[in-house]
């Protein structure tokens, strides 16, 4: 009953919550109806007629969907830029770089606060000269809205949602920019991107540079060292998730690490799996997407441990919730927690059953092909409508060079990281890893290379939203009519 009751609640939250995105809920009427709901239950209780259990849970949805909405609307009250009355209009002002800069080919994207202002932009600037986070700038240019645009493959994305969740309303357009000073930031969250600088730069000293970029992405999420036509490489190949440090890369290193270091014990590789996952979040200077990315990876160890597979799942929900209470918005317009959920739930909730399918597979500690084959096709089939929805693509070779890359990922990653440790004090023992990193490095390199040359590696195959929601919502009947039956299996033993 009390698991009955935590789901409804749960799952009507989230519907409330996805329903308000698009529409607004009617507060006033959720509220009057789950009273009466409430003052009818209490008087068929009075007369000892114990209400229907249906009745009951009637009340836990009226009541989750009217605290969903209450949330959201006095989320949206308190997130809402205040220099309207500024926008298109030349000014200047005092601002400070908020995130690690991202920096393109050509140009440099900032997140930036402005001074005397709850509100956030984006702001394009030249690669040079080269702004850190922390540094407080003047700038003299033209405030502007964000715009939606179309993404390649002809959808509308909306733009302006996905960076409200973060607090940022508009576009600053610099025509100068001054330096001012640095250190305005968190010192905190300052030192640990120059650590993740620093490791960067000790990768490039030992490799060459599409492996130094390669091993960037995979330790620390640095993508941006790759290139245009190798990142379009992984894409079409299906393997750009390993290079973007996301839930669902994290979902996948936490069940590959719990198998290398599971020569110390469960209970050591237990702790040193949620240490390594700990820390690649702390080294990209554990952000509120990695941190949640982190906390789902962090259930998938639980897991393991505890071996109760339903608790960790009601963990995993009740995370989702909770973040949820933080911030509506992360549901509907944030990709990363979508997948993050979507994997880490795919990964406890199927891959076990996969896994007991592939007993003709051979399980050796690190190279455990049924474990990583079982985790790269439940994760795969948990994420792959939402991947559809958002991408426009289907890679035909995805699985097959999943399984390939994957086989040697996390013994890369643990080399990798060893490597870069080595090298602050001796360079024979980083070069010496080095040369084996180089190697496992530069074969995954040419595999996705050739894979992706194929005239059909990739075909235009898009779902509209409706679509990927029906086959999410096949996913549960489906689900549901597995438990039922194994539910009648048992009671016939």
Request: charged letters at 15%.
């Amino acid at each position: 009953m009390l698991k009955k009751t935590f789901y409804t609640f749960v799952l009507a939250y989230f519907l409330g919550t996805f329903i308000y995105s698009f529409y607004p809920l009617n507060i006033s009427f959720l509220f009057y109806f789950s009273f009466i709901l409430i003052i009818i239950y209490i008087v068929l209780s009075s007369f000892k007629k114990t209400p229907p259990g249906i009745f009951v849970y009637l009340i836990i949805i009226f009541l989750a969907l009217f605290l969903s909405s209450l949330r959201f609307y006095f989320f949206n009250l308190s997130n809402q830029g205040d220099l309207d009355d500024l926008l298109n209009q030349r000014i200047e002002r005092n601002v400070w770089v908020a995130d690690e800069p991202e920096e393109k080919s050509y140009r440099t994207k900032l997140l930036v606060k402005i001074e005397n202002s709850n509100s956030g932009a984006i702001m394009w600037v030249s690669n040079y000269p080269k702004y850190t986070y922390g540094d407080f700038l003047k700038i003299d240019g033209y405030l502007t809205k964000v715009n939606n645009f179309k993404s390649k493959t002809g959808r509308d994305f909306d733009y302006i949602s996905y960076l409200k969740k973060d607090g940022i309303f508009y576009e600053l357009k610099p025509i100068k920019v001054e330096f001012v000073e640095s250190g305005r930031g968190s010192l905190i969250k300052e030192y640990l991107f120059k650590i993740k600088k620093s490791f960067l730069n000790q990768i490039k000293k030992i490799l060459p540079k599409e492996e130094a970029s390669f091993l960037g992405g995979l330790l620390l999420g640095a993508k941006e060292d790759m290139g245009k036509k190798l990142l379009e490489d992984f894409r079409r190949t299906g393997v750009i998730h390993i290079v973007v440090l996301s839930g669902f890369n994290l979902t996948i290193v936490a069940d590959f690490f719990m198998k290398i270091f599971m020569l110390l014990g469960l209970a050591g590789a237990s702790f040193f799996s949620a240490i390594s996952i700990i820390f690649f979040a702390i080294m990209t200077g554990a952000s509120a997407t990695i941190v949640r990315a982190a906390i789902m990876a962090l259930l998938v160890i639980l897991a393991r441990v505890s071996g109760r597979t339903s608790v960790t799942i009601r963990a995993l929900f009740l995370a989702g919730f909770i973040m949820l209470l933080f911030n509506p918005m992360l549901l509907v317009f944030d990709p990363s927690f979508q997948l993050s959920f979507l994997a880490t739930l795919g990964l406890l909730q199927l891959s076990p059953k996969i896994e007991g399918w592939l007993t003709f597979l051979p399980r050796w500690s690190i190279l455990d092909i049924r474990g990583i084959l079982s985790a790269t096709l439940s994760t795969q089939v948990f994420v792959f409508p939402l991947l559809l929805y958002m991408m426009g693509q289907i890679s035909i070779i995805s699985p097959l060079v999943n399984i390939l890359i994957l086989v040697f990922i996390p013994l890369i990653m643990l080399l990798g990281f060893l490597m870069v440790l080595f090298s602050y004090f001796s360079q024979i023992l980083a070069s010496i890893l080095g040369f084996i990193v180089y190697l496992f490095l530069s074969a995954d390199l040419k595999l996705v290379q050739s894979f992706s040359s194929f005239s059909y590696a990739t075909l235009d195959f898009s779902l509209s939203f409706l679509q990927m929601l029906l086959i999410y919502l096949l996913y549960f009947f489906l689900y549901l009519f597995w438990k039922n039956n194994l539910q009648k299996k048992n009671r016939s033993i």
